[in-house]
DNA sequence: CCGTAAGCGAGACGGTACGTCGAGTCTTGGG
DNA sequence: CCCAAGACTCGACGTACCGTCTCGCTTACGG
């Protein structure tokens, strides 16, 4: 979406990283202080120091220049915690997902191996700790205000929406679905055979995401380690 | 949303009906024709053959007209099938609630027992037959639209999101609720006592939700079975 | 303008004068405080404790209100000075006229021969009094701004501007045609034969009307003499 | 004015001649096919092809838009009746004046010398000619109606009418001081010494503009003339 | 003496215009 | 040729009043 030009093609050899880094930033600054509705390009143009002709030039729409932004922070906030902490801790699944791909600047993403989800050899633990994370990762309010911004811009554009998924939340959901790829393999004490891991993985996320949606109840721990338990094991009575 | 006022409380009860309708109406059909980003407070009002003050007057926002327009229709539409069907097709969940109260009274929850989740004494089958009528409803074009804008709405919008789902999402919640709750009581062939029924729910209309919202693959009857499936009956291998 | 009805010619017999009284206050207040272009017909019947019907039952426009009103203000301010003071000293001329016809209240108007230009024989000294009074009334700031309002609106609306010289002016400038056909029989001191006496009337009240209007300078009692002397005597020299 | 800032001072030499000229003359045929009061800053904007931004950006009223507009024409007409005339017929008094200043240059007299009233030796004479082309212009339809929108709103609005004064009035008022001037110098035949010049000239011109203000009588060239001789020769008797 | 038909206060209504904001395009001057 | 700056056209915003239209209510009259 980035590289998408808008009329001719600009030479983005050329391209100011510096106006490029300014308008990441005051697009989420401005986000952040007056909600996405209330964000202009013209705010952002002028947050930034910036003629409003380059962001048109290089951008098709405020919700592009929040996704990239957003892209940009996701990732810069991934290798932060990359460094200090382990892999397993950082997976976090729903919203804001960690390993989206880099676009336009071509720092490799090593990521791919190096955040997944644990293998305790206890798919349970292993779920619950990785949903605890996407919890905390969803009411950390550096990240809800941006969140929620391309969620709903997500719902009702579909390009932006595919975009969003495709960028932000798939790599994580692949997550997923390697482990419970594995845990099908194990036999006892994983999953089924026979079961569709892309509904799998939506069992266990799909609840996640509704309430931080619906906003009926609080996100917690204990609601992610509920989750996890019905999932595995059924609502109905075991024989 | 009605009676809340703007400046000073317009007297309500002076209000042309014939003007609310013509309101509801051109909200609904020009979010049909040309989205809800560009649908505009002044071509609502031109098409009402209204002035504008007069949607000013009795709602704040662009989005409140559309949410009481939308549960109107809703409304409509339930009365309509209610007549000529029977209650358990109806049921949808998620997004287009069916028992929308009648709006002028206040009562939060009025499905008045006519709209009921049927009880067979088969929950899993009892259940696919309302998923399914949910998802039917989610692929309605004429509710797709609107439920969309809506979601996205009160994603950004708390205040609008609390009470998009107190209004449309909740009543038919609750029916799963009940129907839960009596599945819980039969014992076998139900649902396991301790289960924390509004999870429960979640469980079953989350991953509707989810897949609604990020469009990764079409929402079949197929899916809303296997859902079902999977959450009465849990990933785990049975012992 | 009063009697003008709207529609169907609503019947005066039993009309409110105390609302009549109330928006005369109101308007005038208003135009006091506001200026004329900001008040408007809401803001009189909302300060006058009336409806907007019963503005334009009775009134044809703004202008049309604030004439009334101006009109009855003179009067009242004529018959209140007359009762203490002698008669010479109040002949107003250019602006704000004293002696308007009643309109639609039955009070009869005294005025005609009361309120004269005095005739002492001597035609300059008489002259100066009277336009001396006119200036003071120009700058009377309780008359200035209804005044100037009029005035305005009567010289883009023919209209109005002709109702107004009609009744305000007129009767003030018939004074002065009076005092000047005195003259032109003295013979000797007066006014030459032959002079056109609404020309010379214009030539005294004329150049303070375009002093008001334009601004150039303060309007004085010594201009008001120094016109009429100039009028009197012309401005070549005497052989 | 043109250059006076709305908000924070747009840069001037960046201004579009083209949308400056576009209003001026969207501005004077509408006030002269509907009249000023119904004529709409959102009118002149449609007619003239013009965001309403470029208007409020550049003036800070419709009577703004409106004077420049009005001296702009003067300008013009003077400009070609200048090229084929002879100056004497040229000066108008009262009302447009002939001798606009270029406007965008700042200069607040620029009767260059070239438009002066002419000097036959003659006072009497000269002046009728002046008062003549005065009242014609009066007369001209063309100029009427921007002329009395003007006059009304600068007898309201004490900035925009000093404003008028200055720019559209004065210089014409300034010629006839000079001529008196002339007159005075002259001894015999022309104006007494001692006579007040500034009030000489308002003898001659208030007249002109009470009758014209007041619509009492047609505005004619006799009625010029009587004024001239009888503000040369005065009202009294000669000895 | 009691209905009934005004005038009245109130204020909702369909409109028009206001003055402002921002979108997206275009132009200018500087690097 | 990118960029900052910002003027341009356009369209929508939310507000203020316009002049018309009900509503109840009071008030005086005429059967």
């Known amino acids: ?52 002709q380059t962001i048109y030039r290089w951008w098709p729409s405020k919700a592009a220049v929040l996704l990239e932004a957003f892209l940009d922070l996701s990732e810069r906030a991934m290798r932060e ?19 989206g791909e880099p676009e336009a600047a071509g720092e490799p993403e090593a990521a791919d191996g ?68 594995a845990a099908q393999a194990e036999g006892v004490g994983g999953v089924r055979r026979g079961i569709d891991l892309r509904i799998a993985l939506e069992l266990l996320v799909g609840p996640i995401a509704h309430r931080w949606m619906l906003r009926t109840a609080p996100l917690t721990h204990a609601y992610a380690d509920t989750v996890v338990e019905y999932a595995l094991y059924g609502l109905a009575p075991r024989p």
């Open 81 to 99: 915690e990359g460094q200090a902490g382990e892999a397993g801790k950082t997976g976090g699944a729903e919203e804001p997902g960690a390993a």
């Open 114 to 181: 190096a955040y997944a989800i644990p293998d305790t050899g206890d798919l349970e633990t292993d779920l619950k700790r990785v949903l605890r994370a996407t919890v905390d990762q969803m009411n950390d309010p550096r990240f809800e205000v941006p969140s929620r911004a391309l969620a709903a811009e997500g719902i009702v554009n579909a390009e932006l929406g595919t975009e969003f998924a495709r960028r932000m939340l798939e790599p994580q959901l692949q997550l997923y679905v390697h482990r419970l790829t």
């Open 1 to 52: 979406m980035a590289e998408r030009a808008q009329r001719k093609t600009p030479d983005s050899s050329r391209r100011s990283e510096r106006s490029r880094r300014a308008i990441h930033d005051a697009a989420l600054s401005l986000i952040g202080e007056v909600g996405y509705a209330k964000t202009t390009i013209e705010g952002i143009a002028a947050r930034a120091g910036v003629g409003k």
